[in-house]
Structures are given as structure tokens and as C-alpha cells.
């Protein structure tokens, strides 16, 4: 086989990826060191190839064109092309990889076709990370439908409880009232029955809240968490404070929501299992984030035996809390040891999230 002219050689060397070059009628007369590394090839002569006879360049399905090229001259991209192990016969290469192939002529003085290079560009990582934020982005979504289900779930619990359930305790207890009046004295029985209906229909409003907080919608974030923080210190006796940095300048219900859903997880979790008698919760709202902490002086927890298995008390609450953040394009952080309590980290971007 003929040498490369030196410049032609010094061009194919040159090439930021491996590359290989065809005379005009198609066979392989040359090919640069990335190009042996590439396919592992150790041998010193070039492996006889028709550029035509390429399993590897026929599965881009493009003959045609590299006809017109070798012809006529010009430039050619392909499609993404798969290699697979046999469809190339010098390299044993077992891996499957992912190629795009850049076709351009090289031509003589009076316009004609003297050599075409073949530039190879190994595309596998870039298309195994595309599809694993692609994969990541359908589970976000998915993951905010699923939130979105159960949040209509709650609501509609929440309504009918309201609607069905706290109309009949109050019919009930009307019932009652009215009996004692047509009879003109008072049971004792009846007197605390009464009673019974009242607590239950209170605690029942404390369900329908905890169930779907339309404070919310209602009155914005802060004065819903200004409620909740509220509703957990008394009367439990928890000395808990809550600090706000900046306003909230977006606007959407879902996020603050997905918040105030953390954060309550989070009271949940202190009050069964920390013993903490201190909790501090900080809000700074940025223009494009929302980052939070809630710090307790709890008995804390050894984090790597929680992570290492659901059967764990903390485990489930932790899930949910960093699937919520993750569903939003947010991350959930938790710092905790024996004796020092426990402090979860959260922050939620809330710009181009949509409603």
C-alpha cells in the first residue's frame, strides 16, 4: 500500500478523534493512533475495508449519500450509530459504544476526489447521561403527578368529612340539645355525650386540617406555617420558633404546599420520636430558591443505620420529605447524631416551575 502523503498524514493525526481515510473508490488507506486505540488495534498494517463493506458505516443507513460524496465531494454527518461486538472484523472490542460519523472530501487542484476522512466521534457517554437526566426529569414528573393525586385524595376526604361526617356530629348533638329542652332536665349521660360530640368534632377539624390545610389558599404560606407552629406548641409544651429571610416573590400554590407538607412531616417526626423540647425553623426566600432548615435538640439518630434500612421509625417520613423536594427539582438533607440532635436541610428552586 502506498504512504500517506506527509501532509495528508500530519492532517489525519491531527484529528481530535479517531479517524480513518478512504481513497476515491472507497478503501481504507489510512488511519490515526486514536483510531488503534479506539478498536484496540495492534497490528502495523491497515485492515483491508471498502467503505461500503462497514457493517459498522452501513447501519447509519446512508450509502447513498457516501456515493454522492465519493462522487461529487462535500460533507456528511450521520445518525447516531451502535456498535456492537461482530460487526467489525480486526477488533475483538466487546463493549457496545455509540458513534457518529463526520464525512468530508479531500480534492485535487481540478476539483476531483483524492481522499475521504471518516471522522469517528464516540457518543456513549453523552447519550447514557441524556437519557439518565431524561429519566431523572420523567421521574420528577411522575413523582408531582403522584403528589397532585394524593393531594386531590386528601381534599376530597377532607370535604367529605366536613360535608358528611362533621354535619351529622352536629346534628347529633342538636338532637340532644333539643331533647333536654322538650323535657325540660338534664342526664347527666346526656350532658357528657354532648361533650363527647364536641371533642370529636374538634378533633376531626384537626384532621380535615391536617388532611388539607386550606388555610393556605386561603391566607398564603407564612401565615399557614405561623398556624401550624402554633398548633404544635400548645399544648404540647414544644418551645418552637420559625424565622423568616426575604418575601416570597413567585406564585404558586403547589410549592408552598410541597413546603408546608415538609415541614409539617417534619414536626411529625420530632413529636414521635426526638423528645426534643427546642425546635427552630428558618425560611429564606431568593429570588430564584426557597432554602429551609428545622433543627431540634433531640436525642438524634445514627444516620447510617437509618439510610441502610426501611424498617426503621425515621425511614418513611425521610423518604417522603426528600421525594416531595426531589419532585420539585429540589434536594432534602439531613445531619444527625446521638445525643445532638437532628437538623434536615431543604431547598426548592421557584423559578420556570410550572403551577
Not at 447513498?64 to 462535500?74: A, N, P, Q, V
Not at 346526656?190 to 386550606?214: A, G, R, T, Y
Not at 413567585?250 to 420520636?273: F, G, M, T, V
Request: aromatic share 10%; net charge neutral; proline share 2%.
Amino acid at each position: 500500500m502506498k504512504a500517506l502523503p506527509v501532509e495528508i498524514e500530519y492532517l489525519l493525526n491531527q484529528m481530535p478523534y479517531a479517524s480513518e481515510i478512504y481513497n476515491k473508490k472507497g478503501q481504507l488507506i489510512g488511519v490515526n493512533k486514536s483510531w488503534k486505540e479506539l478498536w484496540e488495534y495492534k497490528k502495523n498494517i491497515i485492515p483491508k475495508q471498502n467503505i461500503f463493506d462497514s457493517k459498522l458505516i452501513n447501519k447509519a443507513g446512508m450509502n447513498d449519500k457516501i456515493k454522492i460524496l465519493l462522487e461529487s465531494g462535500g460533507k456528511l454527518k450521520t445518525i447516531p450509530v451502535l456498535y456492537e461486538k461482530g460487526d467489525l472484523s480486526f477488533t475483538s472490542v466487546k463493549k457496545e459504544m455509540i458513534f457518529k460519523f463526520y464525512f468530508f472530501s479531500l480534492q485535487e487542484h481540478d476539483g476531483s476526489i483524492r481522499y475521504v476522512i471518516n471522522l469517528i466521534e464516540n457518543i456513549t457517554e453523552e447519550i447514557r447521561q441524556s437519557e439518565s437526566e431524561n429519566d431523572l426529569e420523567i421521574q420528577r414528573r411522575n413523582a408531582k403527578v403522584i403528589l397532585e393525586i394524593l393531594e386531590n385524595e386528601r381534599k376530597r376526604v377532607a370535604q367529605e368529612l366536613h360535608d358528611v361526617i362533621g354535619q351529622k356530629i352536629l346534628l347529633a348533638k342538636l338532637n340532644i340539645e333539643l331533647f333536654q329542652k322538650r323535657h325540660e332536665y338534664k342526664y347527666a349521660e346526656l350532658e357528657d355525650s354532648i361533650n363527647q360530640l364536641i371533642d370529636i368534632s374538634k378533633e376531626i377539624k384537626s384532621v380535615i386540617h391536617s388532611l388539607h390545610p386550606i388555610v393556605i389558599e386561603k391566607y398564603g404560606l407564612i401565615d399557614s406555617l405561623d398556624l401550624l407552629i402554633h398548633e404544635f406548641n400548645y399544648p404540647s409544651g414544644y418551645n418552637s420558633t420559625i424565622k423568616y429571610f426575604g418575601n416570597p416573590e413567585y406564585n404558586n400554590i403547589n410549592i408552598d404546599l410541597n413546603i408546608y407538607r415538609i415541614i409539617q412531616e417534619s414536626l411529625n417526626n420530632i413529636a414521635k420520636h426526638s423528645k426534643a423540647q427546642t425546635v427552630e425553623i428558618e425560611i429564606h426566600f431568593t429570588n430564584s430558591m426557597v432554602i429551609c432548615s428545622v433543627s431540634d435538640d433531640g436525642i438524634g439518630f445514627e444516620q447510617s443505620e437509618v439510610v441502610s434500612s426501611v424498617s426503621k421509625k425515621y425511614n418513611y417520613g425521610l423518604i417522603s420529605m426528600k421525594e416531595r423536594a426531589k419532585a420539585f427539582g429540589g434536594e432534602l438533607n439531613v445531619e444527625s447524631q446521638i445525643g445532638k440532635g437532628t437538623k434536615i436541610f431543604f431547598q426548592i428552586p421557584t423559578r420556570n416551575i410550572k403551577k
